[in-house]
């Protein structure tokens, strides 16, 4: 017979409240992408408080409507209310996260990410059941600019400040001229920001998906950068063809390749006797359970839905997964050839790893 469980009734509760907050988090994706979309934010921050009314006169969009986002985004703390007057208004702390696309902690690319993954779930869901994976190109069609949207402002205020600088000698050499490939470049953010900061530099940009790099291209050509001097290419970090590189980066990608030690060694091959290898990948510990925190919360379930499905779609298919650690990382790219790996910079994001042959 079986025992009858006995149940702390004060963590029912606690636990019960965390997973309300976490239903209200899952809910809210959709309204703070509508409200990204829609210029609700950025009305907010530039034209100050408003009714439900006021904002209708201002964007010219439904009243009811409005209404009930409004009170969902008080009711989640993304806006002030004002009783008295009954206007609501995006404090400067939120607007930095919801309005502003050049703050260190826009997050919109955040939201929408973890949309696109209700998207990937039934052919994820698919793929527990038969071991395959999900290839990069068919998951959720909006998910690569999600993904490029998420991660850029971790690159524009620390690519250029702080990750170069902390390898050994490289900025001297972007600074005089060097060689450059960008592998998994995705729509090329990383980049242009390097391209756009070291004139004298070439680079060029790999991606597997033609996506991605029609993308890049394009926002090359908003950049109004030579595309002699900078340009991409859709090729695989294993199997791009040109060589002599003086710095090879790899930024949030390399856990993402179906054969990480493939492309580990093939990088080893293409750079010069004394070129640097950047790996930019999300923050982890070495340790399971010291991934158990809000950052490392967020990246297995991204992984989950995005990152190992993408890798097992390919050949080898390591599946190093988003949270795989510096030490695994590091015997990964000491396959490839490299016999100097440390840790140069770190945010709470991100780990960078220099490694020298």
């Given amino acids: 017979m079986e025992a009858t469980q006995v149940f702390d009734e004060n963590k029912l509760n606690a636990f019960v409240g965390q997973v309300l907050g976490d239903l209200g988090g ?7 992408k509508m409200g990204d979309r829609l210029g609700l934010y950025r009305e907010l921050q530039s034209g100050g408080p408003a009714t439900s009314s006021e ?16 009170a969902h985004q008080a009711a989640s703390t993304y806006l002030d209310y004002n009783q008295a007057t009954r206007r609501f208004r995006l404090p400067p702390e939120q607007a930095m996260v919801f309005a502003d696309e050049n703050s260190p902690v826009y997050m919109i690319g955040g939201f929408e990410n973890a949309f696109t993954t209700f998207e990937n779930e039934p052919k994820v ?6 071991g ?12 690569f600019c999600a993904v490029a949207k998420f991660f850029r402002p971790g690159y524009v205020h620390n690519l250029v400040q702080s990750w170069l600088p902390a390898l050994d000698g490289v900025v001297e050499k972007l600074q005089r001229g060097a060689r450059v490939a960008d592998l998994g470049c995705g729509h090329g953010h990383s980049t242009l920001l390097m391209a756009a900061a070291f004139p004298n530099s070439t680079f060029v940009g790999f991606d597997f998906h033609g996506g991605s790099i029609d993308s890049a291209n394009a926002h090359r050509e908003e950049h109004g950068l030579d595309p002699g001097r900078v340009r991409f290419e859709q090729a695989t970090a294993s199997d791009f063809e040109e060589g002599d590189f003086d710095l090879v980066t790899c930024f949030d990608a390399l856990h ?28 982890a510990a070495d340790e399971l359970s010291d991934n158990f925190n809000p950052v490392g919360r967020l990246f297995y379930a991204a992984s989950t839905s995005i990152c190992v499905p993408t890798a097992l779609a390919q050949k080898t ?11 695994k990382l590091t015997e990964v790219i000491k396959e490839g050839g490299f016999r100097k790996v440390r840790r140069a910079a770190e945010t709470p994001f991100n780990i960078v790893l220099e490694a020298r042959a």
């Fill in 26 to 32: 899952a809910y809210s994706a959709a309204l703070v």
């Fill in 125 to 130: 869901r698919a793929a527990f059941r038969t």
């Fill in 256 to 283: 993402d390749m179906g054969d990480p030690a493939g492309t580990a060694a093939h990088v080893f091959e293409k750079l010069k006797p004394d070129g640097t290898w950047m790996v930019v990948e999300p923050m």
């Fill in 132 to 143: 395959e994976g999900v290839a990069w190109g068919d998951q959720a069609q909006c998910m």
């Fill in 317 to 327: 298919g390591l599946a190093l997964g988003a949270q795989a650690g510096e030490r």
């Fill in 55 to 70: 904002l209708a006169e201002r964007t010219g969009y439904s009243e009811r409507y409005l209404r009930e986002w409004l």
